[in-house]
């Protein structure tokens, strides 16, 4: 085991922030971990888990020992009659194993091309684009306590996904109703994914942009890999590529409202776009709220609200003079403050701050 100092992050994080990990471990296996909590040195460390830094703002150099995870390898493990299931190490590309299970005649994951990030990180916010979240592919995890050193396995169940949300994002502290949850933030590592990709393949379409293309191209009922290439055009037009302009993807969750919140919000703003859900809750563009409220295009300082999508908040500052995690942060904070006072809601950020 190699422990770094001093190790740079601003090509480790996609905003493309400017700061160091004051200790690094590189995990390429289970026993990586197993001698970090063997070293008296480590084991009683506060620990951060770092995958490929796409939903992260760091607002300094991260004290706690960064794990940075490098575990590699993807197979197809069984197969049963509704399903193959294919496993893949928590430190792949995620775009690379979407890839890869095409080519191997698996499909399911279409509709998830070009996310950034790694396998790991995947169930962490349930990753979702288009239709499909991972819970609709998923099959389990393994993981390690990185207090205790014991491996263990979790069901979806066990993950408790929600809406860009599992139980690898809370704590087990009391909420304030003093309730108190399980929680597994900051305590686990994932080391291993393992995805039930359907035989019985149905493509996911009725997304307007996808909809678009396919009138377009006249292709009626598209193949798995059609819809990869389309989702990959669509991403490609609309967000910004990291490696040209930094920024984290959407920086804020789309609000979830009542129907008669939604009713009352909508004689006030007759033009919000919402979305109506199965539970019949109502889903709120948090993109919609932001540009209403005048922030597309604006900065403050480095840190800017992309022109083509106002959820997305980029790095103006270049190479030369990136953005700090405090610009984006003071930049969130005056969005969500804007927004509130014309709509009442209170935007929740997606990406970690750390
Ligand atoms: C241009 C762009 C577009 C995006 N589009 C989408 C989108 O369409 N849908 C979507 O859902 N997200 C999107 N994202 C957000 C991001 O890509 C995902 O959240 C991704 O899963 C993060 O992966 P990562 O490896 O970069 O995680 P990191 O940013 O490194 O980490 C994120 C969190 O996960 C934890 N974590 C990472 N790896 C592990 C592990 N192995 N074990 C335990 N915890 C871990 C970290 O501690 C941290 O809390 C986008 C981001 C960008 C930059």
């Known amino acids: 085991m190699l422990v770094e100092k001093n190790v740079p992050l601003q090509t480790s994080n996609t905003f493309g922030i400017v700061a160091k990990a004051l200790t690094l471990v590189r995990v390429g296996s289970q026993a990586d971990i197993a001698a970090v909590l063997q070293n008296p040195a480590l084991r ?14 760091l607002t300094g150099d991260v004290k706690a020992l960064v794990l940075k995870v490098e575990i590699t390898g993807r197979r197809l493990v069984s197969e049963n009659a509704k399903a193959w299931i294919v496993e893949a190490g928590a430190g792949e590309n995620w ?14 994951l279409e509709n998830l091309a070009l996310i950034p990030g790694t396998v790991g990180a995947s169930p962490v916010q349930n990753i979702g684009a288009y239709g499909v979240e991972l819970q609709d592919r998923f099959d389990s995890l393994d993981a390690v306590d990185l207090t205790t050193g014991r491996s263990f396995t979790l069901n979806a169940a066990q993950c408790a996904f929600g809406y860009r949300d599992s139980v690898f994002k809370h704590t087990s502290k009391p909420d304030a109703a003093g309730h108190s949850g399980f929680g597994l933030a900051g305590k686990a590592l994932i080391t291993k994914v393992r995805f039930a990709l359907p035989k019985a393949w149905k493509p996911v379409l009725g997304y307007a942009d996808i909809e678009k293309k396919r009138l377009q191209s006249s292709i009626d009922v598209p193949d798995a890999l059609q819809i990869y290439e389309w989702i990959c055009e669509i991403r490609k037009a609309k967000l910004p590529d990291p490696k040209l302009i930094g920024n984290a993807g959407s920086f804020f969750k789309n609000p979830t409202v009542s129907p008669e919140q939604c009713a009352d919000i909508i004689q006030r703003e007759p033009k919000i776009v919402h979305y109506q859900l199965a539970d019949g809750s109502v889903k709120l563009a948090a993109g919609w709220l932001i540009d209403a409220c005048g922030w597309r295009g604006k900065s403050i300082g480095n840190a800017g609200v992309y022109e083509k999508q106002a959820l997305v908040l980029v790095n103006r500052g270049g190479a030369g003079h990136p953005v700090t995690g405090g610009e984006v942060m003071t930049l969130a904070k005056a969005i969500q403050t804007s927004v509130y006072e014309r709509f009442g809601l209170r935007l929740e950020p997606e990406p970690v701050v750390v």
Do not use: E, M, R
């Open 95 to 108: 775009h690379d194993l979407v890839t890869w299970t095409l080519q191997n005649g698996y499909p399911g």
């Open 44 to 57: 009683a460390a506060a620990k951060f888990v770092l995958g490929g830094g796409s939903n992260i703002v």
